[in-house]
C-alpha cells in the first residue's frame, strides 16, 4: 500500500491530537479537575468508532459525487497559494452553514444532538461525532467542486480543519490573545456552543473562523458571570450507547405523530429544535429574548433603587 503526502500529513496531525489528549487525561487526573468520566469517554470513542464506519461506507460515493461536479465547474483558480487558501475559506463557511442548519432545522439537530449530549468537555468529546452527517455532508460541499476545486482537495482540507476543530474541545485553556479570538474559533468560544445555558444556546457554529459567527449574528462570547454547563437543556434519562444516537429521532417521532394537522407535522420536521404546536416548548431565539427581558428589567429596578438610594 502506497501512503500519499496527505494521508501522511493527515495521520500526523491525528496523533497529534491522540498525544494532547492523553496529556489533558493526565492533566487532569493529577490536578483532580475530573474533566474526564470513563463511561463519558468510553462513549465518546464509541461515538467516534460508529462515525468511521459510517464514513468509510461514504467514502466512495462522497468521493465520486464530488468528482462528477467538478467535471462541471466553472472556473479553475492557477496560483497554488490562493486555490488553496480559497479553497479553506470557502468550505469553512460551508461547514459554518451545516453546522448552522443542524442547530436550526430539527431533523439534522436529530442527527447532530449525539455531539451535545456530554455533560463533559474535553479534547474527547471532539470524537463524540454526529454518526449520520456523511451521509448528507458531501451535498453541503459540492459548491466547492463547481468552484473548481477537485475531491481529494476538499476532502483533504475538511480533514485539517475537522483536526483544528477536535483541538478545542478543552478546558485547560482559558482565552488566547484577542486579535486571535476575534478571528479565529478557540476554546472559549466553543465552550459556550457546547453550553446548555440559555444565552449560549445555538452560538458559535464556525469549525476554524469565528468571523462568520460575528458576520451573520450566532456569535456568543463565554461570559464569567454565565458559568457553562455542560450537554442538553433536557438530558436522555437512557445514556446507552443506542439511545444517545437515535433518542431525539423518537422524541422527534412522538411529536409528530401528536401534531393535529398535516402542516404541523411538517413544522416539526423543519423548525427549530423546541419548537410545538401549542407553545408548551420553546426555540431558543424566544428563550433568549426572554432572558434579554429579563435582564432589561432588573438593570432598570436596579438603577432605580440605587438612584433612590
Not at 4 to 21: E, M, N, R, Y
Not at 80 to 104: K, M, S
Amino acid at each position: 500500500m502506497k501512503f500519499t503526502g496527505s494521508d501522511i500529513s493527515v495521520g500526523t496531525l491525528f496523533g497529534f491530537v491522540i498525544v494532547l489528549t492523553i496529556v489533558e487525561m493526565y492533566f487532569s487526573y493529577r490536578h483532580d479537575k475530573k474533566l474526564y468520566t470513563k463511561r463519558d469517554t468510553w462513549t465518546n470513542i464509541y461515538l467516534m468508532l460508529c462515525a468511521i464506519v459510517v464514513n468509510l461506507s461514504m467514502k466512495v460515493a462522497t468521493f465520486y459525487l464530488l468528482d462528477y461536479c467538478y467535471q462541471f465547474r466553472l472556473f479553475e483558480i492557477q496560483t497554488p497559494w490562493i486555490y488553496w487558501t480559497v479553497l479553506v475559506l470557502a468550505q469553512d463557511f460551508l461547514y459554518w452553514f451545516l453546522h448552522t442548519v443542524g442547530h436550526y432545522v430539527r431533523f439534522f439537530w436529530a442527527m447532530h444532538v449525539t455531539h451535545h449530549s456530554s455533560e463533559h468537555f474535553n479534547l474527547t468529546t471532539g470524537f463524540r461525532s454526529t454518526v449520520f452527517e456523511p451521509l448528507y455532508r458531501v451535498f453541503f460541499y459540492l459548491p466547492l467542486a463547481f468552484m473548481g476545486f477537485n475531491a481529494l482537495d476538499i476532502l483533504f482540507a475538511y480533514l485539517v480543519t475537522q483536526i483544528y476543530g477536535n483541538l478545542v474541545h478543552t478546558q485547560t485553556v482559558m482565552k488566547f490573545h484577542p486579535v486571535f479570538e476575534y478571528i479565529f474559533v478557540t476554546p472559549s468560544h466553543h465552550r459556550v456552543h457546547h453550553a446548555c445555558n440559555v444565552r449560549y444556546l445555538d452560538k458559535n457554529m464556525g469549525m476554524v473562523l469565528i468571523l462568520w459567527d460575528r458576520m451573520f449574528g450566532t456569535f456568543q462570547e463565554e461570559l464569567p458571570e454565565d458559568k457553562i454547563k455542560y450537554g442538553l437543556t433536557t438530558q436522555p434519562e437512557d445514556t446507552g450507547p443506542v439511545n444517545i444516537i437515535f433518542h431525539e429521532f423518537i422524541a422527534l417521532g412522538k411529536d409528530v405523530k401528536k401534531a393535529p394537522t398535516f402542516w404541523d407535522k411538517i413544522k416539526y420536521v423543519i423548525n427549530p429544535p423546541g419548537w410545538s404546536h401549542d407553545g408548551s416548548t420553546k426555540i431558543a431565539k424566544i428563550m433568549q429574548r426572554e432572558l434579554q427581558e429579563e435582564e432589561n428589567k432588573s438593570k432598570v429596578v436596579g438603577n432605580s433603587v440605587k438612584t433612590f438610594g
